[in-house]
Every structure is written in structure tokens, then in C-alpha cells.
């Protein structure tokens, strides 16, 4: 074959910018373009794009786990880390962008977190710590402060937030529990057991085993019956 009649590749500028992403600009451009062109099916409409990176949030550990919120000051991104910190961004929807408003909250964590829901309704985080302990825990605005916490004698893998129910649904190794998220409770009565060092707090939704020397909370008995408990 001549080499004037041998095949030749052809370079092609158009096939390498087929590689690249667009900017979030060019794109919504082209998507407007897109929407106000009469297309052949009124139902559906197809955009050969793919996912634009908004926005990236560093922290300085690896995360264990992340969990999102919107609030008034805008999309809430909270990350918990190995090293007991919790890393908090927010990022505003400006000109249909997510753009960082606030520079990155570092906080200190009760415990090594490795699984966490956000309640909107309460506004606080309920997470499990490696020391078997499920933690609640306050909005970055009170500096994610402990309020209250459960020990359990299982592992917690997941958390998940039952809004129906007003619940938070536990998953682990062979088990599957819930919690129910409740306000706060009037005190009936009490009783101090110096056998198990420890303190029983009565209430009309259950008993709360509370540990006096250490004060921590070891136990809840749930009341699952129409009535209120007395003793």
C-alpha cells in the first residue's frame, strides 16, 4: 500500500473535550437550551451529561460516618472522625450553587462515633460510640454538646431515623431494635438500690436505671401498657 493511500488517525479536538467535564455554567446553559426546544417525546427529555462536582469538603482525619440537614443558614454536612472530632460545614444555595458560607466547625466528639442519625424535630444527633454508648447529642450551634447517653451490651453497625414512628431504628449483628424518641418526662418517684449501686426513676413512659457512683444510664424499661406505671 502507497502512502499516499494508507490509512491515517485523524486527531480530533472534539473527542478529548468529550473526556472533560463542563462547567456547571456551560451545562446549565445547555440545559435551558434543551427545556425551551420542542422535543419529539413531551414526556421525557434526555441530557447527555454527567454529574458536575459542586463543592468539596475536606476534613483532616478519615470519616466513620456523615450525616445532612437544612437549616436556616443553609445545608448542614456533619462528619465524625476516628480521632473523637466532629467536622461541621454549611453551605448556602446561592445562584444555584452550593457555595461554603462559614468556614469548617471542628468539634470535640464524647466518644469515637461511628454511626449517627440527625432528629430534625429535636434538633440533635443520636450516634453510637465504640464504648458501646448511644449518645444524643445538640446542634453545632450548642457546639454538639452530650446530653444524654444509653450503655448497651451490643455492637450498633447503622442508625436510621423512623419519622412515622418518632423512633430510632438500631441494626447490628443478628438484631434489629428501636428506640423511642420522647420529650422530657416528669419524675413520680425514685428508688435507691445500694445492693446494685444504683438509682430507679419512675415515670409515666418507663424506669430508668441510673448507676449513682458513676452516673451514668444503664437501662430502660419501656411501659408498654395503656396505663401509667406505679410502683
Not at 6 to 33: C, G, H
Request: glycine share 6%.
Amino acid at each position: 500500500m502507497s502512502r499516499e493511500t494508507s490509512a491515517k488517525r485523524v486527531y480530533s479536538p472534539d473527542a478529548e473535550a468529550n473526556f472533560k467535564l463542563k462547567s456547571w455554567p456551560v451545562t446549565q446553559e445547555e440545559i435551558m437550551k434543551a427545556l425551551k426546544t420542542p422535543a419529539n417525546l413531551s414526556d421525557e427529555i434526555t441530557l447527555s451529561h454527567s454529574p458536575q462536582l459542586l463543592q468539596t469538603l475536606h476534613s483532616g482525619a478519615p470519616m466513620s460516618c456523615m450525616v445532612h440537614f437544612r437549616a436556616s443558614t443553609g445545608d448542614v454536612f456533619t462528619g465524625a472522625s476516628k480521632n473523637r472530632q466532629l467536622y461541621v460545614w454549611t453551605l448556602n444555595n446561592k445562584n444555584s450553587l452550593l457555595t461554603e458560607i462559614e468556614p469548617m466547625q471542628k468539634l470535640k466528639a464524647p466518644g469515637e462515633i461511628t454511626c449517627m442519625v440527625f432528629i430534625p424535630k429535636c434538633r440533635t444527633y443520636v450516634g453510637y460510640s465504640t464504648d458501646k454508648t448511644l449518645r444524643v447529642m445538640m446542634d453545632p450551634v450548642t457546639g454538639c454538646e452530650d446530653i444524654a447517653y444509653l450503655i448497651i451490651n451490643h455492637v450498633i453497625t447503622c442508625l436510621a431515623y423512623n419519622k412515622d414512628k418518632n423512633e430510632i431504628v438500631a441494626g447490628g449483628k443478628g438484631f434489629l431494635e428501636s428506640y423511642p424518641v420522647e420529650g422530657i418526662e416528669d419524675v413520680k418517684d425514685l428508688k435507691v438500690d445500694t445492693r446494685n449501686k444504683q438509682i430507679m426513676v419512675l415515670s409515666s413512659n418507663g424506669i430508668n436505671v441510673v448507676n449513682y457512683n458513676t452516673g451514668q444510664h444503664t437501662h430502660i424499661l419501656v411501659n408498654r401498657h395503656s396505663g401509667v406505671l406505679t410502683w
